[in-house]
């Protein structure tokens, strides 16, 4: 299998797998397993119909299309989202458990593979645990239904289809359940999620170096969280990533303050070792759920059982979702806690006219700290959210905003936050009392400069700010181990 594709089936799907698949652009191939799998199946539905052709009792009869599926409104669901939830769903189709036609699996993949996305919408109509618009819209353009993307445009998904020479499919009728059922959506906004979260905390982690270096604050506190053993992993793992940070090369960086550190400093192992140790309990919830075939009804020929009984899935990775947005709320506040301190020493530095030409930085730490006020507001739980019904024995669901367009919104706010840290660390460190960095630190500043433009009249500008997330979000190095 060559390194450019991802292979699905059932062998267990890795977290570094999910990344490089974005990170590589990858395209997506099921194994000879998994063809095997799902030939099988295919197979056990042809045979579980009565003499007049009628899907027997347990088989899901239903075959047409929801028409609310057709119909969107509110924000689109991103791209990289998308790309997650064809992955995800050719995934959980492999383990041959679905019900689906072998020439169904090779279209999603020929879609995902030509670039061809179906464009869905989160709207409102759509529990957690239900089938209709949202995963819906997944299966209509199989079929020549609404639009997708396609080199970068908009379109009808007919007019690609004919551009393409493809055909529409005609889908069994128990194929829409397997295609507008399972966990595909929530799970691919949680790896997606997952994947940028990972990622701040880790850049996150070179700023705060960075703001320590600026204010030449002691590292006795570092050292001894780095050296104590602990059942905090993520705690000590961060002091030690910070302390290589600020002494690669073997030269002790800091030690130029006296007295004790601000409490915004000496309490970043803790908080940002939270999060870290948060992600890993999150992430293994997200892993075992797209290692697991959540469509329904689920075929297990094999056994010769039909399971029909109806998968929720939501509620757990809802509270994940709700625990990592909690987490990055705690590094936007001690963030801009950070931020505060280094805006204090604009005001008091050595140098008065450096420090006039550095005034508009300053009221970069009122934008942070409105910034931080709105997190605060978004932490309310979204599993706290239940949509009160009456439909018989269904009286309560989960709503449609399950946690993964709000954790995206929350991470947006906390990039900014830690973006305008990065600003000020930067600028501060260069303009108001140079320090010899680490040989890291040195190369890192020198990639933000060489990619955002700092000039005198546009420092407190939104596109200078847009810049610096853009850099945070698109900065690729190797992570301390």
Same mark, same amino acid.
């Given at each position: 299998m060559s390194y450019n594709y991802l292979p699905l089936d059932r062998k267990r799907l890795s977290f570094q797998q999910v990344k490089n698949l974005l990170d590589y652009d990858q395209q997506v191939s099921i194994t000879f397993d998994a063809h095997e799998r799902i030939l099988q199946c295919q197979k056990y539905l042809a045979n579980k119909t009565d003499d007049g052709g009628n899907v027997v009792a347990g088989v899901d009869q239903s075959g047409n299309i929801s028409k609310r599926a057709t119909h969107g409104f509110g924000d689109e669901v991103p791209l990289p989202v998308i790309k997650l939830v064809i992955m995800l769903k050719i995934k959980s189709l492999s383990y041959g458990q679905s019900?689906?036609?072998?020439?169904?699996?090779?279209?999603?993949?020929?879609?995902y593979n030509k670039g061809v996305f179906p464009v869905i919408y989160a709207d409102a109509t759509t529990s957690v645990s239900g089938g209709g618009g949202t995963r819906g819209r997944l299966a209509l353009p199989l079929i020549g239904l609404t639009e997708v993307w396609y080199q970068g445009q908009k379109k009808a998904s007919a007019d690609v289809m004919r551009e393409l020479q493809w055909q529409p499919l005609q889908l069994q009728q128990h194929e829409f359940p397997a295609l507008s059922s399972g966990s595909q959506m929530i799970t691919a906004y949680g790896m997606y999620v997952l994947k940028k979260t990972e990622h701040l905390l880790q850049v996150s982690n070179v700023v705060a170096a960075l703001s320590f270096d600026v204010l030449g604050l002691r590292l006795d506190e570092l050292e001894g969280q780095a050296e104590i053993g602990t059942d905090r992993k993520g705690e000590q793992q961060v002091a030690q990533t910070i302390l290589q940070y600020l002494q690669e090369g073997g030269r002790s960086q800091g030690g130029k303050q006296p007295g004790r550190n601000p409490s915004s400093f000496n309490c970043v192992p803790e908080i940002h070792g939270a999060v870290k140790d948060q992600l890993e309990t999150v992430l293994n919830l997200f892993l075992a759920e797209i290692n697991s075939v959540s469509e329904i009804p689920r075929y297990l020929p094999e056994q010769d059982l039909v399971l029909t009984s109806?998968?929720?899935?939501?509620?757990?990775?809802?509270?994940?979702?709700?625990?990592?947005?909690?987490?990055? $709320? /705690?590094m936007?506040?001690?963030? =801009?806690r950070r931020i505060n301190r280094l805006s204090a020493i604009l005001r008091s530095g050595p140098d008065e006219n450096r420090a006039k030409e550095l005034l508009p930085l300053q009221s970069l730490w009122l934008v942070a700290a409105n910034?931080?006020?709105?997190?605060?507001?978004?932490?309310?739980?979204? $599993? /706290?959210?239940?949509?009160?019904? =009456?439909?018989?024995?269904?009286?309560f669901e989960l709503p449609q905003n399950f946690g993964g367009p709000h954790s995206l919104r929350v991470i947006g706010l906390v990039e900014k936050v830690v973006g305008i840290e990065l600003l000020i660390s930067a600028l501060a460190g260069e303009r108001l009392e140079p320090n010899e960095k680490s040989p890291f630190l040195k190369q890192f500043t020198a990639e933000l400069q060489r990619q955002v433009s700092f000039e005198k009249d546009n420092l407190a500008s939104p596109d200078l700010l847009n810049q610096v997330t853009q850099f945070i979000t698109g900065y690729r190095f190797k992570p301390v181990s």
């Open positions: 019900g689906v036609q072998i020439e169904t699996v090779k279209r999603l993949m020929k879609m109806r998968n929720r899935v939501g509620y757990p990775l809802v509270l994940a979702f709700d625990m990592l947005v909690l987490a990055m $709320s /705690a936007s506040n001690i963030s =801009e910034i931080n006020a709105e997190i605060k507001q978004m932490t309310v739980p979204a $599993s /706290a959210k239940f949509i009160s019904i =009456e439909d018989g024995d269904e009286d």
